[in-house]
């Protein structure tokens, strides 16, 4: 059974930093694009980021860029979140979710997701 | 990064059909048939119901049948039952390894 759990999220004032992880199992973890989506308050669902399954490339919204980094150790099967410089606009539940089709990678949608992990950001 | 257009709200009758829609532009949905749809109860983990335009993941009922028409992607819902009501989105690739979901569509079962 795929699971996919994040943790790192909390409380943290506007400028500061945080870094979510993202703890795969139950799937070849190395051979799978994976993305981060965030959801704010009372808003709809919001593509975050995406990497290669090497690590080698990824893509990020663009009010993110500079700002957050997503990374992946296959070796522990963690995908990365750090967040710096985080604004009161990134307060959202941040989710974990993996490729649905592993060669075809994110374009084939998204077929499992974690729970979530909310981040606030507020002085 | 503009979200893609969906409509606010969709409402049927359970055993009626709906549809929503998902209007992008040349750069995403009419550009790529990497279209796919998600049901997402709210405090749940969003759920892929359609990949690649008009794909069904083994596990979802083909009640759910997507399309698409030029710049315009539709996810239809035939046999609507209690268990739909739930909000909806598309997401669509818009080039260099970047994506975009729709503003969401909120399905209430009469």
């Known amino acids: 059974e795929v699971q996919l759990l994040e943790s790192g999220g909390g409380v943290v004032q506007p400028g500061g930093s945080l870094r979510l992880s993202c703890e795969a199992s139950?799937?070849?973890?190395?051979?799978?694009?994976m993305t981060w989506v965030r959801q704010a308050p009372g808003k709809g669902l919001e593509w975050v980021s995406s990497?290669?399954?090497?690590?080698?490339?990824?893509g990020y919204v663009d009010s993110v860029k500079g700002r957050f980094t997503l990374s992946r150790d296959n070796s522990k099967n963690t995908l990365y979140l750090q967040m710096n410089s985080l604004r009161a606009e990134d307060t959202a539940v941040y989710y974990c979710?993996?490729?649905?089709?592993?060669?075809?990678?994110?374009?084939?949608?998204?077929?499992?997701w974690g729970q979530g992990t909310l981040v606030t950001v507020s002085s | 990064q503009s979200a893609l257009t969906q409509p606010a709200s969709v409402s049927g009758s359970p055993g009626q059909s709906i549809t929503i829609s998902c209007t992008g532009t040349t750069s995403d949905v009419g550009g790529y048939n990497y279209v796919s749809w998600y049901q997402h109860h709210p405090g749940k983990a969003p759920k892929l119901m359609i990949y690649?335009?008009?794909n069904r993941p083994s596990g979802v009922s083909n009640r759910f049948s997507g399309s698409k028409s030029g710049n315009t992607a539709s996810l239809t819902i035939s046999g609507l039952q209690a268990e739909d009501e739930a909000d909806y989105y598309c997401k669509s690739y818009r080039s260099s390894s970047t994506y975009v979901f729709g503003s969401g569509t909120r399905v209430t079962v009469l």
């Open positions: 979710a993996k490729a649905n089709i592993a060669a075809v990678g994110v374009r084939s949608g998204l077929d499992s």
């Open positions: 690649e335009v008009s």
């Open positions: 139950g799937f070849t973890f190395s051979n799978c694009a």
């Open positions: 990497i290669s399954p090497s690590g080698d490339s990824s």
